[in-house]
């Protein structure tokens, strides 16, 4: 049956095989119940097939029979993170880590199921226990220090932050994500204004028509009191997508009050209100008419 299933594996545009395949599965896993591998197997063929829930209950059912089997726990944790199930993935990465301490993977599945689930101090705990086990893969120690700029970030860590996004800017100088949110958060603070400039810059060189990195070069524009030219940017951003962002209609309203365009600057705070991500002193600026930082 195993032979034949791994055939089938291999053909997955086949309705009639696929359909066999399953019918096999499932008397595979009623044969053996108590055996890991045949969870696993069905596992695997619902994953290839892109039902990542039923695929994630088979491996579970799988850990059920045998705990002991890292690469069971892997795609378990793959799975957790395809299906945005942010808890789970922390609960059973803390599972698995008491099994295997020594596996990189699984202290950055940890910390990104602690930072997506707001323990930012947790997630830092676990990403700086894991990422010195990180020996000959370079993709991996990026994703841990992006993650870590990202974990200090929230703790209002700066330096660390800033410490954390430039060992990863080491590893991949032209990661668009990275160089867009370093630059924003130097901008918010309004510290090293021409090296958030120059990041932005090269962010939308290498992604172009993105309008949240259109906004991020907007604004470090707008801290650096270049009103005429961040306008310039942010009819971009609200161009590319950006007039569904509360952020991006509430900056484009603070360029334009600069610009003395305050009956402008009012009407884009307002339909700002109405979408997510304003400030919370929207409603001061358009009662007052004036820009507050």
Not at 261 to 288: F, L, M, P
């Amino acid at each position: 049956k195993m032979k034949i299933l791994m055939d089938y594996y291999d053909r997955p545009g086949d309705a009639q095989l696929t359909k066999e395949a399953y019918e096999l599965l499932d008397i595979l896993v009623i044969a053996h119940p108590s055996e890991a591998k045949s969870w696993s197997i069905y596992g695997d063929f619902l994953g290839r097939d892109l039902n990542y829930e039923g695929s994630r209950e088979k491996f579970r059912k799988a850990l059920e029979q045998d705990k002991n089997v890292y690469l069971i726990w892997n795609q378990v944790l793959i799975l957790d993170a395809q299906l945005n199930d942010y808890k789970s993935l922390y609960a059973e990465s803390k599972t698995a880590l008491d099994l295997f301490p020594t596996q990189a993977i699984l202290y950055y599945y940890h910390g990104l199921g602690a930072f997506q689930t707001e323990k930012y101090s947790e997630a830092i705990d676990a990403l700086n226990a894991g990422k010195d086990l990180v020996l000959d893969n370079r993709e991996l120690r990026f994703e841990f220090f992006q993650l870590l700029g990202d974990s200090y970030h929230k703790t209002g860590d700066h330096v660390n932050s800033d410490k954390s996004y430039e060992e990863a800017l080491k590893i991949d100088p032209n990661n668009v994500y990275v160089l867009n949110n370093y630059a924003y958060y130097l901008s918010v603070r309004k510290v090293n204004l021409d090296k958030a400039a120059a990041m932005s810059k090269t962010s939308n060189e290498l992604q172009p028509d993105q309008s949240t990195f259109e906004d991020t070069y907007a604004w470090i524009l707008f801290q650096q009191n270049k009103y005429a030219d961040a306008e310039i940017w942010m009819r971009k951003a609200l161009a590319h997508g950006g007039n569904n962002s509360g952020t991006i209609l509430e900056h484009y309203g603070d360029i334009l009050y600069h610009l003395n365009r305050t009956d402008e600057a009012v009407n884009y705070w307002k339909q700002a209100k109405e979408k997510t991500g304003t400030s919370d002193i929207i409603d001061r600026k358009i009662r007052d008419k004036k820009y507050y930082e």
